[in-house]
């Protein structure tokens, strides 16, 4: 059973450019959240997906929005990029919302900002 | 809130030596808390899920109990070896209803040397 699967694996951008992020969740899996994760902040919530309804918001500012297809795929979006949103992005999918579904993430895109 | 507090790294041991990696928790009810892994350049994998008082995990070696009356899910493992060199963080649901949101704590960073 394939994984999740984060695309593209490596970015850089300067400042004040845009960004969109993909996440394929595994198969059968309708949740999808995201995190950033950085050295000084280490692992913080972004947002959380099921059923493309954005179930649950971390405390980031407007700049970052994401989205959810029909078929659990979902994109985050970060515009107006700052050196501060340098970081790993992770994408976690699982079966459904409760609190005791295990989280599977994939392995991440680094974004790097100039 | 919902919070996790994780013992600070790094832990560096000889191989074989005996791991353990405190963390304690504060929340409301009984979370779901995980244990997870992160090798160099990769995303989190699950290592370990407890979801009610006294439940244990095991996985690969390592184990976990989860202990209502000290709020506490240390991570455990008898025999540690070089590939288990890696970062461990723990972390609980929020608790939140229809979310699967994960509050992480800081993570420990854990060097085996043979």
């Known amino acids: 059973k394939a994984g999740v699967t984060q695309t593209p694996r490596y970015l850089i951008k300067t400042r004040g450019q845009q960004v969109t992020l993909s996440c394929s969740p595994i198969?059968?899996?309708?949740?999808v959240s995201w995190y950033q994760q950085t050295p000084g902040q280490g692992l913080q919530f972004l947002f959380e997906?099921?059923?493309?309804?954005?179930?649950n918001k971390g405390n980031f500012p407007g700049r970052f929005s994401g989205r959810q297809f029909s078929n659990s795929r979902s994109e985050m979006n970060v515009s107006t990029l700052e050196l501060g949103d340098s970081a790993l992005y992770l994408c976690?999918?699982?079966?459904?919302?409760?609190?005791?579904?295990?989280?599977?993430f994939g392995d991440g895109t680094r974004l790097s900002i100039l | 809130g919902n919070s996790v507090t994780q013992m600070e790294g790094p832990v560096t041991l000889s191989e074989e030596a005996f791991l353990t990696i405190n963390c304690t928790y504060t929340?409301?009810?009984?979370?779901?808390l995980f244990w997870y892994v992160q090798y160099p350049g990769e995303g989190l994998q699950l290592l370990l899920k407890?979801?009610?008082?006294?439940d244990k995990g095991s996985n690969k070696g390592f184990e976990t109990t989860y202990r209502k009356e000290t709020t506490s899910f240390h991570l455990e493992k008898g025999s540690v070896q070089v590939s288990d060199s890696a970062v461990y963080f723990c972390?609980?649901?929020?608790?939140?209803?229809?979310?699967?949101?994960?509050?992480f704590g800081q993570g420990t960073t854990l060097q085996v040397k043979p």
């Open positions: 198969s059968g899996h309708r949740s």
């Open positions: 976690a999918s699982s079966l459904g919302t409760g609190d005791n579904q295990p989280q599977h």
């Open positions: 929340a409301t009810g009984y979370p779901s």
């Open positions: 407890a979801t009610k008082a006294d």
């Open positions: 972390a609980l649901t929020a608790l939140t209803s229809n979310t699967g949101k994960l509050i």
């Open positions: 997906y099921f059923s493309e309804t954005q179930r």
